[in-house]
Structure formats: structure tokens, C-alpha cells
């Protein structure tokens, strides 16, 4: 049976998803957009950050509205303090979509077009697939799901760790700016943290439906 209030939890769950959602497009869009030198992806990228950052404070108003007035039980209590974390990092993974479109439309400002792109197109493959995943673990409750996303993470940081050796050394071609090279490094560093973001999301998953830390379930 549900319980009275039961709506008010469901709405919070359908923001926190439609949250992650948002944040996982922008990050395609933005990488896309620096894959395909498209200004047009780059600032559509950016201007989904707003609609973003607006989710995040709605989850977190519904949160501390349903744990001041309804009494919540251990198990909403539990799902609440999942949201309002999760709600936190998806915004973040949003935050280093925005941050990825702006670099890109500096590379693209100077450069022209984008002639360098490393490990980017497989990180960004990677990455949205993590997010994607994570986001269905916590529609579907489904840990197990959630832990595959985890297992993921340490694909990315080995791809960035790639990118960064081979941009660092400047030695993949001599008439790439210093500029561009440090600034598709930050651009990889942005996809390593959405990943993050990402297994933060998957951890959260765990710890919902099995009132366990990752490591323990």
C-alpha cells in the first residue's frame, strides 16, 4: 500500500532522473560539438546549464520540505539523503559538460577547427555510457547494474592518463598552440570527472537499495 505522501517521493525521483538526464546530454552534445568543430552543439551545451543548476535547487527544496513536514520513515529518510547527493553530483557532471563546451569554443575561436582530439571521442563514449547506465540502475533499482558502472571508472582514468601524456609531451605534432594541448587536457579531465560523478551515482544506487556501501555489497 502506498503511504499518503508517496506522490511527493515519486516527483523527487522523476527530478533526480530527469536531472541526471540533462546532465548526460550535455555532455554528449558538448563533446560532439568539439568532435565536429560545431559551434552551434557548443552553445547548446552551455545553454542547458541553467535548466541544470535550477533542478539541483528544486530537489534540494523538495528534500528538506519532505523531511520537515511528513515525518519521513528510515527508508525515505534514506532515499531523501541519496537524492540530495546525487542531485549534487549529477550537477556537478553538468558543471564539466558546461566547462568542456567553453573550452572547446576557445580551441575553436583560435584554431579554427579541431585537429587534435586524443582519446576524447572513446573517454566520451565511455563516460555517457557510465551516466546512462547509473541513471537506469536507479530507475530499475538495480545494484547490480550499479556496480558494473563502477568496474567502468578505471577505463576513463586510464584513457585520460593517455591523453595526458600524449598532450603534455607535445611531441604528437609540433604546430599544435600550448593552449590547445592544455586546454583538451582540461577537456579530457572534465570527462574523467563525470565519470566520477558517475560511480558516485552508481555508489548511491547501492547504498539505496541495499543499505550498503559499495564496497560491502
Not at 89 to 110: K, Q, V
Request: aromatic fraction near 4%; charged fraction near 30%.
Amino acid at each position: 500500500m502506498k503511504r499518503y505522501f508517496h506522490h511527493e517521493l515519486e516527483d523527487l525521483r522523476s527530478k533526480l532522473i530527469l536531472i541526471g538526464e540533462k546532465a548526460n546530454e550535455a555532455a554528449r552534445i558538448a563533446v560532439d560539438g568539439f568532435l565536429e568543430s560545431d559551434p552551434e552543439k557548443l552553445e547548446a551545451a552551455i545553454s542547458k546549464d541553467d535548466a541544470i543548476d535550477a533542478l539541483e535547487m528544486e530537489i534540494d527544496r523538495a528534500s528538506v520540505r519532505y523531511i520537515t513536514l511528513r515525518s519521513p520513515v528510515s527508508s525515505d529518510v534514506r532515499f531523501i539523503l541519496v537524492a540530495i547527493k546525487a542531485s549534487h553530483d549529477l550537477e556537478r557532471a553538468g558543471d564539466e559538460a558546461h566547462n568542456i563546451a567553453l573550452r572547446a569554443r576557445d580551441i575553436l575561436a583560435r584554431d579554427g577547427q579541431v585537429t587534435n582530439i586524443g582519446t576524447i571521442e572513446e573517454m566520451s563514449q565511455l563516460t555517457c555510457s557510465m551516466m546512462k547506465d547509473a541513471i537506469t540502475s536507479l530507475v530499475e533499482a538495480d545494484p547490480r547494474q550499479a556496480k558494473a558502472v563502477i568496474l567502468r571508472d578505471k577505463a576513463v582514468n586510464q584513457l585520460h592518463k593517455e591523453n595526458f601524456q600524449r598532450l603534455a609531451s607535445g611531441t604528437e605534432s609540433d604546430n599544435i598552440e600550448a593552449a590547445t594541448r592544455f586546454e583538451t587536457i582540461l577537456i579530457s579531465k572534465s570527462l574523467e570527472r563525470i565519470a566520477d560523478h558517475a560511480k558516485n551515482l552508481a555508489e548511491e544506487v547501492i547504498y539505496l537499495f541495499t543499505a550498503q556501501s559499495a564496497t560491502n555489497a
